[in-house]
C-alpha cells in the first residue's frame, strides 16, 4: 500500500516525495494515519497530500483542503506535524504548508477512495 | 484567548434564546427579555456568531474575527435591553462575513463558496427587514435561508467526492433559486412567497438526501457513522419544515412553531450535532474523542421534537414538555462534548475505516 503512493512514478493520486527511499514507506503510512473526520477517508487516499520532502532530517510538506472554507485545516496540519514527527524522531522540525494551487480535484483521489465514495 | 471569548459570547446567546423560548412556551422563567427576542438570539447571536468564527479561523486573517465579534456582542447588548443598537451592531457581522466569504471565493473559486457568500447576504437581510420591521415570517425566510444555504454549500462541497450525474448541479441551483426566490416573494405576497420558499426547502431536502456523501458514510462505523445519521435525520426535518412553511402561508399560524422548529431544530440542530464533535475541538485546540454516547441527545432531539410538534398538533401540553426536552436534549449534548474533550483520547476522532491501514 505504501509504496504505490511514494516513487519515481506516482500515479495523480500519489504526492511528490523528494528523500530517502526507505523513509518512503513509513512517511506514507504515517500520513494515511491523519483522517478527515468528516469523510471518512485519510488524506493521501483523498489526494490533499501534495508533496513531501526531507531535507537534513526535518519534512516540509505542502497539503490542500477541498474547501478553502474548512476550519478543519489546522487541525490536519497538526496531525500531520505529529505524525511525521513520530517516524523521524525528536529533534527532527516538520512544517506543514497549506495551499491551493494546483486546486483539488476528484481525480486526485486513489482509487480505493474512488470506490469508497462510487466513482468505479 | 479570542476563540474562545467568541465561542462564551455564542453560548450565551445559545442558552438565553433557549430559556427564552421555554418561557414563550409557557415555562415559568421570568424572562422577558429572552422570550422578545428568542429568533435573533438563535440565528444571529448562535448560529451567527458560531458560522462566522467557523469561517474566520479559515481564512486566518485577524479581521475576520470582527463578523462572530458584532454578532456576538449585539446579542448581548439585546440581552442587556439596549436592542436596537444591538440589532444595528449585529448588522455589521452579515456584512463582515460577506467579505470574508468574497475573501475566500478569490482563494478558490467554487460553487460552493460562492454560496456561503449568498447565504451570509441572506443573514443581512433578514437583519435589515428585521430592523424595517418588516412581516416575522419574511424575516425568518430570510434567517432560515442563511441558515439552510449555509448548510446546503458546505454539503455541496462533500458531494464532490461523489460521482454525481449532470444533473445534479442544475437540479442545485433550482433549489437554491427556489429558497431564494420564496424568501423575497414573501416580502409583498406571503402566501405565495412561502409557498415557493416551503418547496424549496423540500426540494432541497430531497436533494441533499440523494446526493450527500451521507448515504455512504453511514455505512462505516464510529465518528463517520454517527455524522451520517444526524445529517440524514436533518434532512428528514428540512423536508417536513418545508412542508410545514408551505401549510403556515396557507393555512394560517397554526403551523408556525412546527415550521420554524423542524427547521432551527430539527434540520440546524441535528447539523450542529453532527458536525460539532469536529469543529469545536479546532477551535477550542483540544481533542475530541468518540464516544457512542454523542447518539443519546440526538435521539433525545429528534424523539422530543416529535413530541412538540405533537403538541403543537393540539396534544394537550405536548408542545410545552416537548420543548423542555428540546432543550434537555441541547443541554444534554453539550454534556456529552464537554465529557468527550475531557476524555482526550489521544488520537481524537480518527475512526477506523475501511480505507485505512491498520493501525497497529
Redesign the interface.
Known amino acids: ?1 505504501a509504496e504505490e503512493s511514494a516513487g519515481a512514478a506516482p500515479g495523480l493520486t500519489a504526492f511528490d516525495y523528494s528523500g530517502p527511499p526507505e523513509l518512503a514507506p513509513a512517511i506514507t ?1 504515517a500520513l ?2 491523519v ?1 478527515d ?6 488524506i493521501v ?2 489526494g490533499l497530500v501534495y508533496g513531501v520532502e526531507l531535507r537534513r532530517g526535518d519534512a516540509h510538506v505542502r497539503i490542500t483542503m ?10 490536519i496540519i497538526d ?1 500531520v506535524v505529529e505524525e511525521l514527527a513520530g517516524v523521524l524522531g525528536e529533534g527532527a522540525k516538520v512544517d506543514c504548508a497549506l495551499v ?1 494551487e494546483p ?1 483539488w480535484a ?1 481525480e486526485r ?1 486513489s482509487p ?2 474512488r470506490s ?4 468505479d | 484567548m479570542g476563540r474562545i471569548l467568541l465561542l462564551a459570547l455564542a453560548v450565551a446567546a445559545l442558552v438565553t434564546g433557549v430559556l427564552g423560548g421555554l418561557a414563550r412556551l409557557g415555562v415559568p422563567l421570568a424572562f422577558a427579555a429572552g422570550a422578545a427576542s428568542h429568533g435573533v438570539l438563535m440565528t444571529g447571536g448562535f448560529l451567527g456568531t458560531v458560522i462566522s468564527l467557523e469561517r474566520a479561523i479559515a481564512l486566518g486573517e485577524p479581521a475576520a474575527y470582527a463578523a462572530p465579534l458584532a454578532a456576538g456582542s449585539g446579542a448581548l447588548l439585546i440581552l442587556l435591553g439596549a436592542r436596537e443598537a444591538g440589532l444595528w451592531i449585529s448588522l455589521g457581522a452579515p456584512v463582515a462575513l460577506a467579505i470574508v466569504s468574497a475573501s475566500l471565493l478569490r482563494r478558490q473559486s467554487q460553487a460552493h463558496i460562492a454560496l456561503l457568500l449568498v447565504a451570509a447576504l441572506a443573514w443581512g437581510v433578514g437583519d435589515a427587514l428585521s430592523l424595517a420591521g418588516a412581516l416575522p415570517n419574511a424575516v425568518a425566510a430570510w434567517w432560515f435561508a442563511f441558515l439552510v444555504l449555509t448548510i446546503a454549500a458546505e454539503r455541496l462541497e462533500m458531494t464532490r467526492l461523489t460521482r454525481r450525474p449532470a444533473i445534479a448541479a442544475p437540479l442545485f441551483h433550482l433549489c437554491v433559486a427556489a429558497v431564494l426566490a420564496g424568501a423575497a416573494a414573501s416580502l409583498a405576497w406571503p402566501a405565495a412567497g412561502g409557498v415557493v420558499f416551503g418547496a424549496g426547502l423540500v426540494a432541497l431536502a430531497g436533494w441533499l438526501a440523494r446526493f450527500d456523501i451521507a448515504r455512504r458514510t453511514v455505512a462505516t462505523e464510529g465518528f463517520p457513522r454517527y455524522s451520517a445519521a444526524a445529517l440524514l435525520a436533518g434532512y428528514a426535518w428540512l423536508a417536513a419544515g418545508g412542508a410545514a412553511w408551505c401549510a403556515m402561508s396557507l393555512a394560517g399560524p397554526a403551523w408556525r412553531d412546527t415550521a420554524l422548529h423542524a427547521l432551527g431544530l430539527g434540520f440546524v440542530f441535528s447539523m450542529i450535532l453532527a458536525h460539532a464533535p469536529v469543529v469545536v475541538p479546532v477551535v477550542a485546540r483540544r481533542r475530541m474523542g468518540y464516544t457512542p454516547w454523542m447518539y443519546a441527545p440526538l435521539v433525545l432531539l429528534h424523539a422530543s421534537l416529535v413530541v412538540r410538534i405533537a403538541g403543537d398538533a393540539g396534544v394537550s401540553t405536548g408542545r410545552m414538555w416537548g420543548g423542555v426536552l428540546n432543550a434537555l436534549a441541547i443541554l444534554a449534548f453539550a454534556g456529552t462534548l464537554a465529557l468527550a474533550l475531557r476524555r482526550r483520547m489521544g488520537q481524537g476522532i480518527r475512526p477506523a475505516t475501511t480505507t485505512e491501514e491498520p493501525r497497529r
Do not use: I, K, Q
Open positions: 500500500m503510512a494515511r494515519r483522517v473526520p468528516e469523510m471518512a477517508l485519510n487516499d483523498l477541498t474547501s478553502a472554507a474548512c476550519p478543519v485545516a489546522e487541525m496531525d491551493w486546486p476528484p483521489m480505493r477512495a469508497a465514495m462510487g466513482w
